[in-house]
């Protein structure tokens, strides 16, 4: 089916961020982004090109500044800096389309969120309920009432980086489940995880379990080992990220190894019981029934009455691991 315009066949082009955000976007937000590129000379910003916005969409200055604030936060328009005092409208950002059955989402980099003013907060908050129910919803998680630079923060997590309710409630969530409830701790996690290239919350609701089972097993395994409060090293916390997340193993594997540390050595370590783990994995141990079955069948094949694992062999593997820096 081939289609033309009716009144004329020129057309101008939009963005591809604009894509991204089109289902958020209000009517007015639409509004402006099209009479701003059906009018290029609106965007010099000028007190002139001001009210000829106001003219042609009808609309006040506070929700031109408020829309202008939303595609700002798209990632779609972009303030230039100028010595005008005037409300600066900003200048469209060339953004390559991807696909236009799925537009590729753009966020923007871990970079220093934004100050909005008391203008910009209040008309935002009064242009969408959505932000004003995540408000709610953060301080219910958090058990407090947010402050005016909490809010801008929390704010500018979603109408500057992009990132969705359900992304930003999950890392409230986690902040508030390990009681670190602060929104700078949120602000710094969202970075953190954008630059992993963590942007959908699915994947971070995966992340976020996986790094509070970490911390979890973390805190058995300072018990188990008499590690006490000293900070893991890098090497023991490369050790408990494969045990968690490439093997698969729980605590209570964890635990058989450590059973078999002790029975071998009187100096358990978390290199030692590495070795062991790493031996079980290629021999197909996956549950903790695996591994006491291994740990018969290697007593009777050692021929040790009641005895253990044969020490020199695990402690052989663990440290030549531990210098190959594994």
Known sequence: MK????????????????????????????????????????????????????????????????????????????????????????KIKEVPVQ?????????????????????????????????RFLIDECQQLF???LGTSEINMLIALTDYLGLDGEYILLLFAH???????????????????????????ETLGERLSFLEKAEETENKLRKLFGINSRAFTKKEKALLEKW?????????????????????????????AGAIMDRWYSE????????????SEHKKNKGVDGGSFDTDEFLEVALKRSFEGK
Not at 99 to 126: F, I, M, N, R, V
Not at 249 to 268: F, G
Not at 284 to 295: C, H, Q, S, Y
């Open 143 to 145: 058990g407090k009432v």
């Open 3 to 90: 289609l033309i315009f009716n009144y004329g066949n020129s057309a101008f082009v939009l963005p591809g961020a604009v894509l991204d955000r089109i289902d958020r976007a209000t009517k007015k937000d639409i509004k402006l982004i099209l009479t701003l590129v059906s009018e290029p000379s609106l965007l010099s910003g000028t007190r002139k090109s001001i009210d000829e916005i106001i003219r042609l969409t009808g609309m006040k200055r506070e929700e031109i500044e408020a829309s202008i604030s939303f595609w700002r936060g798209a990632g779609v328009l972009e303030e230039l800096d100028t010595p005008t005092q005037e409300i600066e409208t900003p």
């Open 175 to 201: 902040c508030g489940k390990m009681e670190h409830k602060s929104v700078r701790t949120v602000e710094k996690l969202a970075h953190r995880f954008l630059d992993e290239g963590i942007t959908d919350a």
């Open 244 to 272: 968690l997340s490439e093997y698969k193993y729980d605590i209570d594997i964890i635990e058989k190894a450590y059973e078999v540390t002790i029975d071998s050595t009187q100096n358990p370590s978390l290199p030692y």
């Open 284 to 295: 197909g141990v996956r549950t903790p029934e695996d591994a006491e079955k291994n740990i």
């Open 99 to 131: 696909s236009a059955e799925k537009p590729q989402k753009k966020l923007k980099s871990a970079d220093s969120l934004p100050h909005y003013s008391t203008e910009e907060l209040t008309s935002l908050l009064e242009k969408r309920a959505e932000y």
